[in-house]
């Protein structure tokens, strides 16, 4: 039973092409979260949402523009797709953004650019 | 300009050994230290934290050091396990709940 789950696993495409990535979490946390992974594994922040509502936004492209429904899902959307935007990105949440406590994080999803 | 710093790209320990993860830092705002243990193909998955108030926190076979005047933090897995066998990220937060991560340390535990 995912406690964060993150679709797809994987992803390739063309530059300049539009993608979604989707996640979900089913341990009735209120914040949620995007992290990029680069090539040389920085883990880095991009967005938080709590209770729907941005908290976090990090200097991020606007091509990249995160959505959350509702408090259990937060997607991310990317416009024209770039080589650079080639990364693991992980979703993640936590307990009503508790600091020094856990974010649990999905199991990320690799997106390839060509 | 990176403000968690884990300098030892990897470390290798024999089995039941202690093994010792280092982490520096370079703000002296961060109130909150974390440790992050990740699989490949997995999310991080979190270990253990400390508050800056704290300078020591334990749980079970892990524990973390906090020396607030050199920066420095640090994980001890005691006995080590092959099962360990991780990248382990060190991560911080000041005032938010915003992690700032450290590039990883890849532990090896053998037999």
């Known amino acids: 039973d995912t406690a964060v789950s993150q679709t797809p696993k994987y992803l390739v495409t063309q530059m300049g092409n539009d993608k979604s990535i989707k996640c979900e979490q089913n341990?009735?946390?209120?914040?949620m979260y995007w992290y990029k992974q680069d090539s040389k594994k920085f883990l880095k922040i991009m967005f938080s949402?709590?209770?729907?509502?941005?908290?976090i936004n990090e200097t991020v492209p606007n091509r990249f523009s995160p959505k959350s429904p509702d408090k259990a899902h937060l997607n991310l959307h990317i416009n024209s797709l770039e080589l650079g935007d080639s990364a693991v990105y992980f979703c993640?949440?936590?307990?009503?953004?508790?600091?020094?406590?856990?974010?649990?994080f999905g199991d990320g999803t690799r997106l390839s650019i060509l | 300009d990176q403000q968690v710093k884990q300098n030892s790209p990897s470390l290798s320990v024999q089995e039941g050994r202690i093994s010792i993860l280092n982490c520096d830092y370079t703000?002296?705002?961060?109130?909150?230290f974390l440790w992050y243990k990740k699989y490949p193909a997995e999310g991080p998955t979190f270990l253990i934290s400390?508050?800056?108030?704290?300078d020591k926190n334990e749980d079970g076979r892990f524990t973390v050091f906090l020396n607030k005047s050199a920066k420095h933090l640090s994980l001890h897995i005691v006995p080590s396990q092959p099962g360990d066998s991780a990248v382990y990220f060190c991560?911080?937060?000041?005032?938010?709940?915003?992690?700032?991560f450290g590039t990883g340390t890849r532990l090896q535990v053998f037999p």
């Open positions: 993640a949440s936590s307990q009503d953004g508790h600091r020094g406590g856990a974010q649990h």
């Open positions: 341990l009735g946390h209120d914040t």
């Open positions: 949402y709590n209770n729907k509502e941005l908290i």
């Open positions: 703000n002296s705002m961060f109130d909150y």
């Open positions: 400390i508050s800056s108030i704290k």
């Open positions: 991560a911080a937060s000041y005032n938010t709940d915003k992690l700032i």
